[in-house]
């Protein structure tokens, strides 16, 4: 059965996200782990996964060496910040350029 790019993305590319903009509004801006799931609808405990990388590790290494991965993520942290809202045009865009930038969209192999 043929899988989507979006349920490719959601099994693998929005966990790495979520770690890095979890990591991110922690350590640079104070946010609680409480504060942070609420924003990116999940639990207090799997920010504390996302904290540990026993979530999302996979890709977190690809996601920060492309820069233009790193810029729609900058943004999506900005608008976090500056508005309390993980805007899903973020993520979409963050899946166009990851699925350019990886094997033809071959996700598992990472």
Do not use: W
């Not at 991110?24 to 207090?44: D, F, N, P, W």
């Not at 910040?81 to 979409?92: I, K, P, Q, T």
């Amino acid at each position: 059965m043929m899988k989507l790019p979006c349920e490719l993305s959601t099994k693998y590319i929005l966990p790495a996200v979520r770690a890095v903009v979890a990591r991110r509004l922690i350590e640079e801006y104070g946010y609680t782990q409480s504060s942070v799931a609420k924003i990116l609808g999940t639990t207090q405990a799997a920010v504390s996964h996302y904290m540990n990388v026993k979530r999302g590790g996979r890709l977190i290494e690809k996601l920060l060496s492309i820069d233009e991965a790193r810029r729609v993520i900058d943004g999506m942290v900005d608008s976090i910040v500056s508005g309390g809202v993980f805007r899903e045009d973020y993520l979409c865009e963050l899946c166009r350029v990851m699925r350019l930038y990886l094997e033809g969209g071959n996700y598992t192999t990472m």
